[in-house]
């Protein structure tokens, strides 16, 4: 077309178009996963470390980067949620309700002492996932119905067992008490403790994540065991104030009741429900390794069961006991801290590059991915806390 002047000029070509010159992060190429990254410690994609040769980054835990894998830590490893500022309110009132039921115990208050051994880590745990709030749209329906119904089941399967194997110990029939004491009753436990999240993982498909299983599988089994060790209790806790007996023993029953068997349980039953949760959530199946797979998970949770069921039943002496108990917690620890690595690692479908927002865990100002470019946390483990509003010092 013209107008009266003539032809209507266009301007000239290389004329640059007026544009920002940082409107994005920089980008590198991750040497791991391959993929354009914005620059930084860690690859927002895959989580590897961006400047080493490998990518299992065994210095920098998934869930917290300021820890390595191999490291024990009961609150950043059943509370992988919460961020690593907010651990040390929860670990302190680890140890003190420890101390308290060992002061009870000194004062042959073996009552109190076994009220607060029961309920430490189920109260912390509670307290835990109402501060990083998990599922804020229905947080207590799932993880209260499932921590209840592992205390029913914990219930009915302590009240239909504990005749059984009295009746055993008094028969004296050491080869039938040493089988079902020892091998059944702890592999129908840990399927017990494992029937909460089964079920959720059927009929609530939109919680993918493995962190989701983790969560209901550690509720369920402390539901569960805080059901039978309480239902094992009551006629303690039924009698005088003040009793008799070795301070020593009863602080050392007290704490492998309610510490020691909640640790393991919670271990064995929420690494098969995470393990149970990567199945449908990792797409690419190849960078997870056999430690998080589901048979691999289901073949130690259950040898660790049943190698304590046979300790309990073939050695006496209640200190052996509860040192092999104690060894045998932090080795499941260990091991929950592994899968947990796996599954977060385990980035099955693409993210894009999202926009800049604070990190929960560092507070840097980074693009949005599944790993912060600067720590390295998941951001499926890291969590907004309800404090996440106070000024940061």
């Not at 009220?115 to 745990?125: D, Q």
């Not at 219930?155 to 194997?165: D, H, K, R, S």
């Not at 006629?235 to 640790?263: E, H, K, N, Q, Y």
């Not at 260990?334 to 947990?340: A, N, S, T």
Request: hydrophobic share 50%; proline share 8%; charged share 10%.
């Amino acid at each position: 077309m013209t107008d009266e002047g003539g032809p209507k000029k266009r301007p000239p070509a290389e004329t640059p178009i007026p544009s920002e010159p940082h409107s994005g992060p920089e980008l590198v190429a991750c040497p791991h996963c391959e993929n354009m990254v914005p620059a930084g410690e860690f690859c927002g994609h895959c989580g590897a470390h961006l400047t080493w040769g490998v990518a299992s980054r065994q210095h920098a835990f998934a869930a917290v980067p300021s820890e390595p894998v191999v490291h024990l830590s009961i609150v950043s490893t059943l509370f992988p949620h919460l961020p690593h500022r907010r651990g040390g309110a929860f670990r302190w009132a680890l140890l003190a309700g420890v101390a308290t039921v060992v002061i009870l115990a000194a004062l042959h208050l073996f009552a109190p002492a076994t009220i607060a051994a029961v309920f430490l880590l189920p109260v912390l745990y509670g307290l835990y996932l109402y501060e990083v709030e998990v599922y804020e749209s229905e947080p207590w329906l799932l993880i209260g119905t499932t921590m209840v119904a592992g205390a029913i089941l914990g219930y009915v399967f302590t009240i239909l067992t504990g005749g059984a194997v009295a009746r055993l110990a008094i028969s004296g029939d050491v080869g039938t008490n040493f089988a079902f004491a020892g091998v059944v009753i702890p592999i129908v436990a840990q399927a017990l403790m494992l029937a909460g999240p089964v079920f959720l993982y059927f009929f609530r498909a939109r919680l993918r994540e493995p962190l989701d299983g983790l969560t209901f599988g550690a509720a369920s089994a402390l539901g569960f065991t805080f059901a039978t060790t309480l239902t094992a209790t009551w006629p303690l806790l039924a009698g005088p104030l003040v009793g008799t007996g070795s301070t020593i023993d009863w602080a050392l029953r007290l704490l492998t009741a309610g510490i020691l068997f909640m640790l393991i349980n919670a271990s064995t039953t929420s690494v098969v429900a995470a393990a149970l949760w990567l199945q449908r959530y990792d797409l690419r199946k190849a960078g997870r390794g056999w430690e998080a797979s589901l048979p691999a998970t289901v073949v130690i949770a259950a040898g660790a069961q049943v190698v304590l069921g046979i300790l309990a039943v073939t050695v006496p002496d209640l200190a052996l006991q509860v040192g092999l108990r104690a060894l045998a917690a932090v080795a499941v620890l260990m091991y929950v801290r592994l899968v947990i690595h796996r599954s977060l690692l385990a980035e099955g479908a693409a993210h894009e590059i999202g926009p800049d927002a604070p990190c929960p865990e560092c507070h840097r100002i980074v693009p949005t991915m599944a790993f912060c470019p600067a720590c390295g946390v998941a951001r499926a483990a890291s969590k907004p806390t309800r404090m996440h509003a106070e000024p940061r010092g």
